[in-house]
T-cell receptor, first 112, second 112 residues
Framework: QKEVEQDPGPLSVPEGAIVSLNCTYS??????FMWYRQYSRKGPELLMY????GNKEDGRFTAQVDKSSKYISLFIRDSQPSDSATYLC????????????FGTGTRLTIIP | KAGVTQTPRYLIKTRGQQVTLSCSPI?????VSWYQQTPGQGLQFLFE???????NKGNFPGRFSGRQFSNSRSEMNVSTLELGDSALYLC???????????FGEGSRLTVL
């Protein structure tokens, strides 16, 4: 079993919808949680990172962490066609650790 | 500021050959990490170099090796290539203080 599980999708939603992306993990040592976005033929880019349990909001994006359930989520409000990409969750044991454990990614398509 | 540059972008090799991939980090970044991305396994950490020293290593066989030069540029080498080594190899650099990894566009290796 993988340390981080992520539904690969694909997920297609109409423009303007709220998108919910999720990951579960098994290693309770993970303390830092990140979401990366990867466009086709590009490298991943960091969207958000959070520490421990709670919510963090940045514009249309909200990251949520529930350490008791080992479950993290990314919500995208008012989704736009430019949000179409693969979204990867990633986790690490300590801040600044370059060894990240990634989910396999969810491919998201926003339909105009 | 130039991003992370990886060369070559695409390459085809045959089983048993070896390959060397190159990565130039963002100016001023001293940490370089390498990841392998495949559809089934997602991104998997290979190793990380900081100031020419390997600081962290993932669970890959010894056929995978790397090094970092005094100018922070890095190379990774895969010897005795196997079909399963076909993947996108991503390099990421970081300044260390923010915990953010900046990825290049990757080198896509196909092993025939």
């Amino acid at each position: 079993q993988k340390e981080v599980e992520q539904d690969p999708g694909p997920l297609s939603v109409p423009e303007g919808a709220i998108v919910s992306l999720n990951c579960t993990y098994s290693n309770s040592a993970f303390q830092y949680f990140m979401w990366y976005r990867q466009y086709s033929r590009k490298g991943p880019e960091l969207l958000m990172y959070t520490y421990s349990s709670g919510n963090k909001e940045d514009g249309r994006f909200t990251a949520q962490v529930d350490k008791s359930s080992k479950y993290i989520s990314l919500f995208i409000r008012d989704s736009q066609p430019s949000d179409s990409a693969t979204y990867l969750c990633a986790m690490s044991i300590y801040f600044g650790n370059e060894k990240l454990t990634f989910g396999t990614g969810t491919r998201l398509t926003i339909i105009p | 500021k130039a991003g992370v540059t990886q060369t070559p972008r695409y390459l085809i090799k045959t089983r048993g050959q070896q390959v060397t991939l190159s990565c130039s980090p963002i100016s001023g970044h001293r940490s370089v990490s390498w990841y392998q991305q495949t559809p089934g396994q997602g991104l998997q950490f290979l190793f990380e170099y900081f100031s020419e020293t390997q600081r962290n290593k993932g669970n890959f066989p010894g056929r995978f090796s790397g090094r970092q030069f005094s100018n922070s540029r890095s190379e990774m080498n895969v010897s005795t290539l196997e079909l399963g080594d076909s993947a996108l190899y991503l390099c990421a650099s970081s300044a260390g203080v923010t915990g953010e990894l900046f990825f290049g566009e990757g080198s896509r290796l196909t092993v025939l």
